[in-house]
C-alpha cells in the first residue's frame, strides 16, 4: 500500500521569507500523480501544485514550486516571498494511475504558521 | 465556474441516529469522492462515485453509505451514528475517474457526535 510521510508537524517562517515543507511517499508505481493541498482554518481544502511522475520537470505555481526526486521517492514544497494568507495546514497526497488511481493518500499535514 | 458545494456546513447529532450529507460537484464533473477527516486518523478515503455507480470503497463499516444520481449531486449516509464518526466529511469532484486528472474539494460537513 502506498504511504506518505510528512515529517514536519509544524512550521514557521518569516513574512516574505522562503519555506520548504518536506514530504516522502513510498510506492512500487512508475506511474502517478503527486499533490500539495492547502487547507486554511476555514476548513476548505485548495489545490496548491500537482506534479506528474513521468514529467522531470518540478512544477512551479507562481510562489509555489516543487522538487520531486523520483528515485528517492521525495516531493518537497517551497513557498517564496512567504505572505499571511498562506498560514495553513498543509497536506501532501498521492495518487496512483494504475488500479489505486480512485484515490488520494495524504500525508499527516504540516501546519505553517507565518510570522509578521 | 462554482466549486463543490456541500450542505449542510455544520450537524450535531445524538448517538443511534442517522445522517446523510449532500455534496453537489463542479458542472460537468462526473466523479465525487467522500473523505474524513478526523485529529487521529487524518484524511481517510470513503468511496467513489462514478456515473451513479459506487466504484471503490475504503475500509469502513457498512453503515456508511452513499449514491449519486443522474445529475451528479451525491449523498453520503451514516446509519446507527457512534461518538468516534465525530469528524468533517469533504467531498471532492474531477471530470471522470481517469488516474491523470485532478480532485477540487468542497468546504466540508463539520459533524459532531454526542
Known amino acids: 500500500a502506498q504511504t506518505v510521510t510528512q515529517s514536519q508537524p509544524e512550521m514557521s517562517v518569516q513574512e516574505a521569507e522562503t519555506v520548504t515543507l518536506s514530504c516522502t511517499y513510498d510506492?512500487?508505481?512508475?506511474?502517478?500523480?503527486l499533490f500539495w493541498y492547502k487547507q486554511p482554518p476555514s476548513r476548505q481544502m485548495i489545490l496548491v501544485i500537482r506534479?506528474?511522475?513521468?514529467?522531470?520537470q518540478n512544477a512551479t505555481e507562481n510562489r509555489f514550486s516543487v522538487n520531486f526526486q523520483k528515485a528517492a521517492k521525495s516531493f518537497s514544497l517551497k513557498i517564496s516571498d512567504s505572505q499571511l494568507g498562506d498560514a495553513a495546514m498543509y497536506f501532501c497526497?498521492?495518487?496512483?494511475?494504475?488500479?489505486?488511481?480512485?484515490?488520494?493518500?495524504f500525508g499527516k499535514g504540516t501546519l505553517l504558521t507565518v510570522n509578521p | 465556474k462554482a466549486g463543490v458545494t456541500q450542505t449542510p456546513r455544520y450537524l450535531i447529532k445524538t448517538r443511534g441516529q442517522q445522517v446523510t450529507l449532500s455534496c453537489s460537484p463542479i458542472?460537468?464533473?462526473?466523479?465525487v469522492s467522500w473523505y474524513q477527516q478526523t485529529p487521529g486518523q487524518g484524511l481517510q478515503f470513503l468511496f467513489e462515485?462514478?456515473?451513479?455507480?459506487?466504484?471503490n470503497k475504503g475500509n469502513f463499516p457498512g453503515r456508511f453509505s452513499g449514491r449519486q444520481f443522474s445529475n451528479s449531486r451525491s449523498e453520503m449516509n451514516v446509519s446507527t451514528l457512534e461518538l468516534g464518526d465525530s469528524a468533517l466529511y469533504l467531498c471532492?469532484?474531477?471530470?471522470?475517474?481517469?488516474?491523470?486528472?485532478?480532485?477540487?474539494f468542497g468546504p466540508g460537513t463539520r459533524l459532531t457526535v454526542l
Open positions: 462515485y462514478f456515473s451513479e455507480t459506487q466504484r
Open positions: 458542472s460537468g464533473h462526473r466523479s
Open positions: 471532492a469532484s474531477r471530470t471522470d475517474i481517469s488516474g491523470r486528472n485532478t480532485q477540487y
Open positions: 510506492t512500487s508505481e512508475s506511474d502517478y500523480y
Open positions: 506534479q506528474e511522475a513521468y514529467k522531470q
Open positions: 497526497a498521492y495518487r496512483g494511475s494504475g488500479g489505486s488511481n480512485y484515490k488520494l493518500t
